[in-house]
């Protein structure tokens, strides 16, 4: 199976900050990484596909980058609503396994 | 508008079996892939397999083999996943969600809300 690792697993950051939560696969995915944003008690939502398609009505501070191992996901300048927790997860080859996730907490 | 309805919350006994079933509405059901995903609590999302209604296959997570089993009824667009023999670290939040695209390459576009399964004696 294909490996995960995200990095930071938690992060907390200022209204305006630009933040970055990155995925390494452990072995290559080509384009086939995905990224989503889960709120407390609620199903994850899809955010980026393919590594950098930003998902229709996904604001466009979300963005995405990466092919083969190393992937990113930025947030250009943080919001309010931003909390929750982001998971890149793997469309490469079945299992499509999520990584452990980051937790993302506004100051 | 695509929905994926998920039936209520279910408390079990370690050794029971527990049913999810997963409705669906706003899409033609025999023309996706939809999985299953677990999430113990605090913790990450875990795929415990799909099912594809059109051409009645389905596949399990290794993890999950023979425990587990998804159906389907087209005449009401409803998938069902069944685990069996369960244990208590079987309670998480159970999701399904639709892939849509058929390129072996899923897309997960739309989610349940999640079915909460407990596990206590």
């Known amino acids: 199976d294909i490996q995960m690792t995200q990095s930071p697993s938690s992060l907390s950051a200022s209204v305006g900050d630009r933040v970055t939560i990155t995925c390494r696969a452990s072995q290559t995915l080509t384009k086939y990484l995905f990224w989503y944003q889960q709120k407390p008690g609620k199903a994850p939502r899809l955010l980026i596909c393919?590594?950098?398609t930003l998902e229709s009505g996904v604001p466009s501070r979300f963005s995405g980058s990466g092919f083969g191992t190393d992937f990113t996901l930025t947030i250009s300048s943080l919001q309010p609503e931003d909390f929750g927790t982001y998971y890149c997860q793997q469309s490469h080859s079945s299992p499509y396994i999520f990584g452990q996730g980051t937790k993302l907490e506004i100051k | 508008q695509v929905q994926l309805v998920q039936s209520g919350a279910e408390v079990k006994r370690p050794g029971a079996s527990v049913r999810v079933s997963c409705k669906t509405s706003?899409?033609?059901?025999?023309?996706?892939?939809l999985h299953w995903f677990r999430q113990a609590p605090g913790q990450g999302l875990q795929c415990m397999g799909w099912?594809?209604?059109?051409?009645?296959?389905?596949n399990y997570a290794q993890k999950f083999q023979g425990r587990i089993t998804m159906t389907w009824d087209t005449s009401i667009s409803t998938a069902y996943m069944e685990l069996t023999r369960l244990r208590s670290d079987d309670t998480a939040m159970y999701y399904c969600a639709r892939d849509r695209v058929l390129t072996g390459h899923p897309e997960f576009d739309y989610w349940g809300q999640g079915t909460l399964v407990t596990v206590s004696s």
């Open positions: 099912m594809n209604p059109g051409i009645a296959d389905t």
């Open positions: 706003g899409y033609t059901f025999t023309d996706y892939y």
């Open positions: 393919n590594a950098s």
